[in-house]
Antibody
């Protein structure tokens, strides 16, 4: 059974860089029909997609964060770096597998929904 | 970018009630919509993908419908375990995913 586990610092100072890792177990990270992503949730608020990466290293980022985000992938883990942190980046950060389904009806390619999530890690930005 | 609008933001209901949550997309997303359930302190759980396909293990009282820009999640007979927050999410594009702001379902 596939499991994802986030790891990283719980407290980061303003203006510093956050580095988080998601470790994948019980399955392969190298499948061509899966993508891997990060989502965050500020306290008391909704879910915000941060970015997604394929095993080949192709990435897509939320335009609102793109200038500060870098994702990478390797072996059985993928990572997130978020620079220039401020209080608004305080959130629970989740990693998730994106499961791909091919649209044979329109032959328009794969579409990916988030089927397996990590439990999340709380990140607080404070001096 | 595609924006997702959910309504209502809060819904009060009783065990046994039938409830419906609506999600609207700012542009046509075909059938590429998922619904998630989240309980306090937990990760979101996938309920439905491709508008109406139940994820394995999800009770049949949950159902989804719609296409294009308007979608609904229906719970046919609320159970105590169903009181939670529900999010819709579009996945029409590899390059941008977006969620609705959520609907909190609480006990009347």
């Amino acid at each position: 059974q596939l499991q994802l586990q986030e790891s990283g610092p719980g407290l980061v100072k303003p203006s510093e860089t956050l580095s988080l890792t998601c470790t994948v177990s019980g399955g392969s990270i190298s499948s061509s029909s899966h993508l891997w992503g990060w989502i965050r949730q500020p306290p008391g608020k909704g879910l915000e997609w941060i970015g997604t990466i394929s095993y080949s290293g192709s990435t897509s980022y939320n335009p609102s964060l793109e200038s500060r985000v870098t994702m990478s992938i390797d072996a059985n883990q993928f990572s997130l770096k978020l620079t220039s942190l401020n209080a608004a980046d305080t959130a629970v950060y989740f990693c998730a597998r994106h499961f791909g389904v091919y649209d044979f009806w329109s032959d328009s390619g794969f579409y990916y929904y988030m089927d397996v999530w990590g439990k999340g890690t709380t990140v607080t930005v404070s001096s | 970018d595609i924006q997702m609008t959910q309504s209502p933001s809060t819904l009060s209901a009783s065990v046994g009630d039938r409830v419906t949550i609506t999600c609207r997309a700012s542009q046509n997303i075909g059938f590429w919509l998922a619904w998630y359930q989240q309980k306090p302190g937990k990760a979101p759980k996938l309920l439905i993908y491709k508008t109406s396909t139940l994820q394995s293990g999800v009770p049949s009282r949950f159902s989804g419908s719609g296409s294009g820009t308007e979608f609904t999640l229906t719970i046919s007979s609320l159970q105590p375990d169903d009181f939670a927050t529900y999010y819709c999410q579009q996945y029409n594009s590899f390059s941008f995913y977006s969620f609705g702001l959520g609907t909190t379902l609480d006990i009347k």
